[in-house]
């Protein structure tokens, strides 16, 4: 997250774009991960936000007019950490929102979220399959995700693709991740990319959870 200052300044702003007043911060609702309690979720986004939130603070100015693009967005939580850090950016959820890894999954409660937090105005959602090109293409400054690729095996490699091509020469994809073969994955990475930053969080052998940051060539 960034320093305290840009967050009160965050806070500021989503109190201005708040949609409906008659919502609040405690009516949101990130949803469970499969294989998990709600409260093991809410620590598991507890780690993710602190992490994202420091590798997140350094690419670009906090006050960035920035397009960003959240790739498999589920109900909104990383969305809200990139608000947090860039309060002036655009976020774009992308999901094909379906109950699967996370309870109770739609692009309505995804919004919702969105409202309660004050960011209705600065988010939009997508309803895509992420394998697929997106149309109409639109260029992105940062590309994240979380906790996502590795639940379409081969595939992945096909979302990976559509990632760098909607990026724009020289921006940043920042992948919260499980990556069992990750030889493979990082020759991939290598062929279009830079590795400039990364954390190793959680877990051991295949199933160790990273977080990397990728600069596009």
């Not at 949101?28 to 093991?40: A, I, L, M, R």
């Not at 979720?41 to 007019?65: C, H, T, V, W």
Request: proline fraction near 3%; include cysteine; glycine fraction near 8%.
């Amino acid at each position: 997250m960034a320093a305290g200052k840009n967050l009160k300044s965050a806070t500021r702003q989503s109190h201005r774009d708040s949609d409906d007043s008659s919502m609040n911060r405690e009516d949101v609702d990130f949803g469970t991960y499969h294989h998990s309690t709600p409260q093991e979720s809410n620590e598991i986004r507890r780690g993710a936000e602190m992490s994202f939130s420091k590798l997140l603070q350094g690419l670009y100015p906090s006050d960035a007019s920035l397009r960003i693009l959240d790739a498999g967005c589920g109900l909104g939580f990383l969305i809200s950490v990139a608000a947090k850090c860039f309060p002036k950016a655009h976020i774009t959820g992308v999901d094909l929102f379906r109950h699967g890894s996370i309870s109770g999954m739609s692009v309505d409660k995804a919004a919702k979220n969105m409202k309660c937090l004050g960011l209705g105005s600065r988010t939009s959602f997508l309803k895509h399959d992420l394998t697929k090109p997106m149309e109409p293409k639109t260029s992105y400054d940062l590309v994240l995700s979380n906790l996502v690729f590795h639940n379409m095996g081969k595939k992945r490699f096909n979302a990976y693709g559509m990632v760098f091509d909607v990026l724009k020469s020289g921006s940043f994809f920042v992948i919260g991740d499980l990556f069992p073969d990750d030889k493979a994955d990082l020759d991939y990475f290598r062929e279009c990319s830079v590795l400039i930053n990364g954390s190793d969080e959680s877990g051991s052998g295949p199933w160790k959870y990273k977080i990397r940051v990728l600069r596009k060539k």
